[in-house]
Nanobody
Framework: QVQLVQSGGGLVQAGESLTLSCVAS???????????MAWFRQVPGKEREFVAL????????EYSDSVKGRFTISRDNAEKTVTLQMNNLEPQDSAVYYC?????????????????WGQGTQVTVSS
């Protein structure tokens, strides 16, 4: 099994910053660098939405248009951690954020491409 444990999140005002982290562990975890890692978010009544990903090995990153230029995804393979730095937050960024891992390492923009998920963490941005 592979477990993803998230930390961070909370309530902030518009324009402020937050950092989300996600640590991987478990007996089933292979070389962490081989996993593509991503962040998704979801609001009630809507589908889970892609936010950002960082590919296996190369560290290639991709972002949704709504967060490009404001959010930064990074990974520390030694610490088995992926981080989402969120700057200049807007009320429409409010959601439950999930980290996800894809054991195949390929770039996937949809949630079905990920086999492992964190527990979710609430981010609320007030105007």
């Amino acid at each position: 099994q592979v477990q993803l444990v998230q930390s961070g999140g909370g309530l902030v005002q518009a324009g402020e910053s937050l950092t989300l982290s996600c640590v991987a562990s478990g007996d089933g975890l292979r070389t962490y660098a081989a996993y593509a890692m991503a962040w998704f978010r979801q609001v009630p009544g809507k589908e889970r939405e892609f936010v950002a990903l960082i590919a296996a090995w190369s560290g290639h990153t991709e972002y949704s248009d709504s967060v490009k230029g404001r959010f930064t995804i990074s990974r520390d393979n030694a610490e088995k951690t992926v981080t989402l730095q969120m700057n200049n937050l807007e009320p429409q960024d409010s959601a439950v954020y999930y980290c996800a891992a894809n054991k195949d390492g390929d770039v996937q923009l949809g949630p079905r491409g990920y086999q492992y998920w964190g527990q979710g963490t609430q981010v609320t941005v007030s105007s």
